[in-house]
């Protein structure tokens, strides 16, 4: 999409499409109280004085009213776009917003479209307490890009829906000063190019993604955007004595990528100072291997790159955000397959830290490639680790498709990603991974085991055994598997890839700029 800023009135631009805010404001000591419009343009007010009045639009998220001819204004339609609350509103429903606006004119046929900045000045303060102005560009534009998406490539029936340009009419307030606006504007507009760009990759099927291509499509982004980036092979594996990623990896006829970009800002950092080390697990298929999956549902399973997905898409925002922190990207990659040569349960494997895993079940194999990736990014020198994957079917039982997984080994580190969530808008809900429960590691022959003793606690029990990679680097674990694929349509949203962890990853790692 085509995306620019504009400071003008919204009155005289010319668009297929016109979209303001609107929001409800009746209160308990005020019920009747009929919604109010976000935009302080007398020609918006005036066009949607009749509607607005009317009783019949209440503003409700995602409530819509489209108004074709808008009288004194040059837009041939005019949408409004209820956000909800007045007293909740959030960037939350900014973001929705403006993707709301771009889906409601994707099958309308309008290719064009411009959305009214929601004014600060047409709300009275109580409400806008939750909106920080500089915030608000950068969310409108998150929810636009992302909207815009439709994951369709496969169908040779498609049509193009596409929205191909988006003019934020913008004018600065006392609040939100152009700078503000126009900063939070190109943040959001790299930010979600970083999110579109994992979404691209986690909707691959397995059979066009595979570890090799995921290194090559890793490779040219960080061509791209100016990233160091090393693309490894079988060969490394075993030269860095990987055993646990290459005992996932060695039962496939695709072999392994183990993919390093590198981010260093420009100037050097000063000795001593933090290295972000983020580790993805890239499982481009999982069957389960030996202990393999039922049919049902498996095919579900090309997207257990994810955490890779999440975590090449952060080093393209890092590239272009350019904060003044050194940033490694590890991504360990394999099919898990079954197969002659594939590993088995019982099997004993030596990590590259030199620790052993019993294997009891091939399917818990995210840890395995996690445990040698995270060892490594320690040795490369990172001082702090985030690692994201589709870890574990607990983590989507004890959370639901709502919220993802969050664990760590250090408050503080968890605190800084907590502060992050703020600014991303998604949503990590922290779980234990304390040593009350290491006991469902134990091995009676090797350091650990893959899977617990129990079932119970399953996501902590996966938790567990990165914590032991993890060491005493202040860690932070996402298992996102209940939140990298919307299985259902919504107004701002497609069905498929989510793009989940990106924008939250990206926070943290600006956390730590110099
Ligand atoms: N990739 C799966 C986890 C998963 C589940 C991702 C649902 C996305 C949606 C992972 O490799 C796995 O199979 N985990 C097992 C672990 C078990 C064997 C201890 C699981 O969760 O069942
Ligand atoms: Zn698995
Ligand atoms: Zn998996």
New binding site residues.
Partial sequence: MDTKLLFQDATGFSTPMLAVFAVDIATGKDADALPALLSTSDAVTSATEKVMASGEFKATLGETVLLHAPNGLKAERLLIVGLGKAKSLSMDEIRKGAGIAVRAAKPLGVREIAIAFPEDQALSDEHLENLPCLLMSRELVEGAEVAEIDYDTYRSDRKDRSVRALTVIAKESEKSTRAEIQEGFEVGLIVAGAQNFTRSLVNEPGNVLTPTVLGERAAAMCREVGLKCEVYSTKKLHELKMGAFWAVAKGSSEPPALIVMTYEPEGGVAKGAPVMGLVGKG?TF?T?GI?I?PADGME??KY?MAGAGAMIGAMRAIAQLKPKVKVIGVVCSAENMPDGAAFKPGDVVTTMSGKTIEIV?T????RLVLADGLHYAKTLGCTHLINAA?????C?VALGLVNAGLFSNDDATCEKFQDGLKVSGEKFWRLPCTDDYKDQIKSQIADMRN??KTRFG?ATTAAMLLKEFAGDTPWVHLDI??C?WNEENTPWLPYGPSGIAVRSIVEWVRSYSA
């Fill in positions: 499982i999982d389960g202990s999956k579900k399973m257990d079940n399917d818990a194999e995210g589709t870890l574990t079917g607990a989507v899977t617990g399953g598997a209940g990298a």
